[in-house]
């Protein structure tokens, strides 16, 4: 590693320690404003020299939804892989499986803000549908509890502003505040106009509270996306 000036320059090499023989290198140059993004392309080129069982988008991927367990991330996309095979054949035995994949990645890295977020919304999306638990009267207080405590974590955990204003969001539904959950909403896609996911929240939310006014503008921009 080499510092000249505003720039940093990176030689990475990958040796056989059996021959000595090199493998492959590389040479990086950047600003030195950009050392994070160095650092991320110089992981992800070695990725992609090992041969890495990871393919390196989902690499890329990881660090985008801010955990850098590659454990933890394994068990976020098993959870959302079990909630979309789930819903596809109406099994409630696969949400349950979902739901403690989601468990272990937020055991595997409690800062993962993203996998608190999403297995809150699971907890929302299964309520009084085939995936709840009609015999026990009790399971409803048992899944909004587990909702509150999922995104407050997540609230915590955010790894920026915009993030939080999300699960900040989430956190008024859980109280019926659709309104200002609906603020905030706002606020997020004006900073993250391309998040598809969220105008359908924002469709459905509007639709709630009787924003027809934002009903028609959050149809608009799922078109156009």
């Not at 990645?105 to 297995?119: G, K, N, Y």
């Not at 469709?203 to 996306?225: C, F, K, S, T």
């Amino acid at each position: 590693v080499r510092t000249e000036g505003d720039r940093i320059r990176v030689m990475a090499r990958l040796t056989d320690t059996r021959t000595g023989r090199e493998i492959w290198s590389e040479r990086f140059d950047r600003p030195a404003k950009d050392i994070i993004d160095l650092q991320e392309d110089v992981a992800f080129a070695i990725v992609r020299a090992l041969g890495s069982v990871m393919d390196p988008e989902r690499l890329r991927e990881m660090t985008r939804i801010g955990t850098r367990s590659v454990d933890a991330y394994r068990a976020w996309r098993k959870g959302r892989e079990l909630v979309e095979r789930a819903v596809t054949n109406s099994d409630p035995a696969l949400m349950d499986e979902a739901r403690a994949s989601y468990a272990r990645a937020q055991q595997l890295d409690p800062r993962f803000a993203r996998a608190h977020w999403e297995a809150a919304y699971m907890e929302l999306m299964t309520a009084n549908t085939i995936y709840a638990d009609t015999s026990d009267p009790a399971s409803d207080k048992r899944r909004r509890a587990r909702y509150i405590a999922n995104v407050e974590a997540a609230i915590d955990a955010a790894p920026t502003e915009t993030d939080r204003l999300l699960y900040r969001a989430a956190r008024e539904v859980a109280d019926l505040n659709y309104r200002e959950s609906i603020r905030l909403l706002q606020q997020y896609l004006a900073q993250r106009p391309r998040d598809e996911d969220i105008w359908y929240s924002l469709l459905e939310q509007a639709r709630i509270a009787e924003r027809y006014d934002l009903v028609e503008q959050a149809i608009g921009r799922i078109v156009e996306l």
